[in-house]
T-cell receptor, first 115, second 116 residues
Framework: AQSVTQLDSHVSVSEGTPVLLRCNYS??????LFWYVQHPNKGLQLLLK??????LVKGINGFEAEFKKSETSFHLTKPSAHMSDAAEYFC?????????????FGQGTELSVKP | GAVVSQHPSRVICKSGTSVKIECRSL??????MFWYRQFPKQSLMLMAT?????????EQGVEKDKFLINHASLTLSTLTVTSAHPEDSSFYIC????????????FGEGSRLTVL
């Protein structure tokens, strides 16, 4: 079975300060992990993905995430928040060995960025 | 990057009517497409998996006669909400997996359905 838990439903940071969005996963299979961002009334955009290559993954817009198998975590970070980063973020786990690669979504973390 | 187009982006309809939402992969072929429903401030809920040339696989609790899915080609899947009621009002999002299957899904921009 697979599951994913986003530890914070809402994170608020000031512009220019670091961002940390936490994600823990559970998987009986070798997982692929993704972070997606969703702006209001929009679809989802892929920020980055981990697929068993390098454990530190760099994505778009300055985001990165580190896959830590021992901690079953895949936290998303960014050194300096911009106002445009305010959005909903989803951590997602999947495996081609689990139900044909069905995506399992976390509950989402809403990121607010204060001026 | 790969583009998935969803149409219409917004639709308002009267109770009892049917509404069709299209999901197209514009620059790749997608053997598999997925339909999600999203309530306000909530995560995405998988409704069904759409496979080209075969019947869709519905998740538990999703009425297949209510939400008709047709995946007629490698670039198009449609979701028809039949006899819509106000409780069907929601944000519907499709995603497509390239036939090459890198594991990644590409998402449409979503369709906001409001049933009066």
């Amino acid at each position: 079975a697979q599951s994913v838990t986003q530890l914070d439903s809402h994170v608020s940071v000031s512009e220019g300060t670091p961002v940390l969005l936490r994600c823990n996963y559970s998987s009986s299979y070798s997982p692929s992990l993704f972070w997606y961002v969703q702006h209001p009334n929009k679809g989802l955009q892929l920020l980055l993905k981990y697929t068993s290559a390098a454990t530190l993954v760099k994505g778009i817009n300055g985001f990165e995430a580190e896959f830590k198998k021992s901690e079953t975590s895949f936290h998303l970070t960014k050194p300096s928040a911009h106002m445009s980063d305010a959005a909903e973020y989803f951590c997602v786990v999947t495996s081609i060995y689990n139900q044909g690669g069905k995506l399992i979504f976390g509950q989402g973390t809403e990121l607010s960025v204060k001026p | 990057g790969a583009v998935v187009s969803q149409h219409p982006s917004r639709v308002i309809c009267k109770s009892g009517t049917s509404v069709k939402i299209e999901c197209r992969s514009l620059d790749f072929q997608a053997t598999t497409m997925f339909w999600y429903r999203q309530f306000p401030k909530q995560s995405l809920m998988l409704m069904a998996t759409s496979n080209e040339g075969s019947k869709a696989t519905y998740e538990q609790g999703v009425e297949k006669d209510k939400f008709l899915i047709n995946h007629a080609s490698l670039t198009l899947s449609t979701l028809t909400v039949t006899s819509a009621h106000p409780e069907d009002s929601s944000f519907y999002i499709c995603s497509a997996r390239p036939s090459a299957n890198t594991g990644e899904l590409f998402f449409g921009e979503g369709s906001r359905l409001t049933v009066l």
